[in-house]
């Protein structure tokens, strides 16, 4: 093979390798290229609505008698007597039951006995410390004498005193086998039968009366929407077993405590029901009106997302960037949420924001 030949072949093989070498590296550079390059994403966007239609708010509620009393016993003893039952209207003092304590009379007519005997001995007293009293000037006695007398008078009108405390408080005591109504009201609950043993630890009430031309129209309302209600108007009481009859229950009382296992707030409507055609602890629905406030606002519920444990919405703001802002919510139902506070009507809130955006990134709108 001559020289010529050899410096062919051996230029060949040195010039191969370098246009191998060139060609992948100039790929390589278009591609780091290209992944440099940010790609801006693309969202949509919807505005705040203002809330001009104010829906009232509907609760469940449950109704409870104005007045409402377990009656125990206050002495022990066996019911003698029974004169009331369930569904019997009373009047404040009736007689609802007797009870017999032979126990208690024993101790009582005791207790008259001791008395009568201290008084005997407290008149003997008596006149033996005022002889002593007569004769302290004549010297027939000492002084000793006379300071002993009237100690022992003085012990014995204390003893009789005490006899007479024990049996007031065992006649107060036997006043307690009457067992009376305490208030106007209809007998819902009996316990006591005749023949009973009854104690004064009992844990059972022997009736329990309710009061129920009046009754409390009781709803537990969330945190959410406490301050959203309308105290000052009257609000609509639906009960469904009556043909969905509406009657108007006007405010009463709000308990100012939130309940921590609940998160919700007793509030009580008073409904006037004097031909007590309602019965205690029946269930329905409350329709309270709310309050308009000019800087509530409704927006898409898929545009409401929890950003650090707080209800949040994600903006565009005038420079096309993702701002972050933390809403205070209002109702919510299957397509919107109200807005209390956080936003305005000038807002755009992103739809369905996803994980890939960030605030201050840059964006581009949708139709």
């Not at 104005?66 to 003893?77: L, T, V």
């Not at 000037?137 to 000793?144: C, E, I, P, Q, W």
Request: zero cysteines; charged letters at 30%.
């Amino acid at each position: 093979m001559s020289n010529i030949t050899k410096t062919i072949i051996v230029a060949a093989v040195i010039a191969v390798p370098v246009w191998f070498l060139i060609q992948p590296a100039s790929e390589a550079n278009i591609e780091q290229s290209s992944a440099n390059t940010p790609e801006t994403l693309s969202v949509r966007v919807a505005q705040p609505k203002h809330i001009t239609d104010y829906q009232p708010l509907v609760f469940n509620a449950r109704v409870e008698a104005i007045e409402q009393s377990d009656i125990f016993a206050r002495a022990d003893g066996y019911v003698e007597s029974r004169y009331v039952d369930i569904g019997d209207e009373v009047k404040q003092g009736d007689l609802l039951a007797k009870l017999s304590s032979p126990e208690l009379e024993q101790e009582i007519l005791q207790a008259k006995a001791e008395i009568k005997r201290q008084k005997a001995m407290l008149d003997l007293t008596e006149k033996v410390a005022r002889r002593y009293i007569n004769l302290r000037d004549s010297g027939a006695v000492n002084a000793t004498e006379v300071d002993e007398k009237e100690a022992e008078l003085a012990v014995a009108k204390a003893t009789l005193a005490t006899y007479e405390a024990r049996l007031e408080q065992l006649e107060n005591e036997f006043a307690y086998t009457e067992i009376v109504a305490p208030f106007d009201g209809i007998v819902t609950r009996r316990q006591a039968e005749r023949g009973n043993r009854i104690t004064r630890s009992d844990d059972m009430p022997l009736f329990r009366i309710s009061r129920s031309d009046k009754l409390r129209v009781i709803v537990d309302i969330p945190q959410t929407q406490l301050f959203n209600i309308d105290k000052q108007q009257s609000a609509q009481f639906t009960l469904p077993d009556m043909s969905n009859q509406q009657i108007e229950v006007p405010f009463s009382r709000i308990s100012g405590e939130v309940n921590r296992e609940t998160g919700t707030m007793r509030v009580e409507y008073l409904l006037e029901n004097t031909d007590l055609t309602i019965p205690a602890g029946v269930s329905g629905e409350l329709t309270i009106q709310a309050i308009e406030k000019v800087d509530t606002v409704r927006i898409p519920v898929n545009a409401l997302k929890t950003i650090k444990g707080k209800p949040s919405v994600m903006l565009v703001n005038a420079d096309n960037q993702v701002e972050i802002k933390t809403v205070r919510v209002g109702r919510l139902d299957n397509s919107e949420v109200e807005i209390l506070s956080g936003l305005i009507a000038e807002d755009r809130v992103i739809l369905n924001p996803n994980a890939r955006l960030d605030e201050g990134e840059k964006v581009n709108v949708s139709d």
